[in-house]
Structure formats: C-alpha cells, structure tokens
C-alpha cells in the first residue's frame, strides 16, 4: 500500500490534478497499480499459443506462468519442484531465447523453478 501512495504522489506531481479528471477510479488504479488479475496463470494461459509438444499443463509451463506471476509481484523467490521431463544437466546451462518475429519463447527443460527464475531474470537484465 505505501507504494501504491508513492506512486500516487510522483503522479500529482507530474500532472495538474484537472488533467487526470478524464480517467474513471478504476482506470487510475490500473495507471497506479496494474491489472492484478492479468498476471494470474489462468488468465495467462489464455493468451497463450502452444507447440512443439507444449500444453497449458506442461511442467515448464506451469512453472513459466507462476515464475511470472511472481515477478509481477516483486517476488525473487520461487520454490524448486521438479518439471518431470528428466532434463540433462546440460539444459541448466542454457538461456532462454526468444524469436521476436513469431513471439516464440524457447525454454530449455531446466531441472527446477528455482533455476528457471534465476535463468528468466538473467536473460532480461
């Protein structure tokens, strides 16, 4: 909550309160604080295309959509679990990669949530 309030100062200070008159209580709180309900894993899931063996209850993808739930949340910590692929160690090593053309996501089949969070942040910074 009090960073939603800082939110809100840094916005009165940059925009003369009538100007922000055009926007209903709802919009202002999706300005301030996001569309919550937009990052939960059902609703993910929606927009999402599967292939090349990928369903909305494969592993990875379970795990995917809660690592990103979580980073919406602040959160660095994810629980291990296993994807029950029986990954190589060898995947550990690799990045995700992404083709930005087609808005195709390659994950490596990581052996944990927790090195699939530490891979996905890596690969964003």
Not at 3 to 15: I, T, Y
Request: charged share 20%; proline share 5%.
């Amino acid at each position: 909550m009090h960073k939603n309030l800082q939110k809100a100062q840094l916005v009165l200070e940059a925009f003369d309160i009538s100007s922000l008159q055009i926007f209903t209580p709802q919009e202002l709180d999706y300005l301030l604080c996001g569309r919550r309900e937009m990052w939960k894993a059902d609703t993910l899931v929606d927009h999402i295309k599967f292939d090349h063996g990928y369903t909305a209850k494969s592993p990875a993808i379970v795990n995917l959509l809660e690592i990103i739930g979580k980073f919406f949340l602040l959160s660095t910590a994810a629980n291990a679990s296993s994807n029950g692929n029986g990954p190589s160690e060898l995947a550990d090593d690799d990045l995700p990669s992404v083709m930005t053309c087609v808005n195709y996501l390659n994950l490596p089949p990581y052996s944990t949530k927790e090195i699939m969070s530490n891979k996905l942040l890596y690969a964003i910074k």
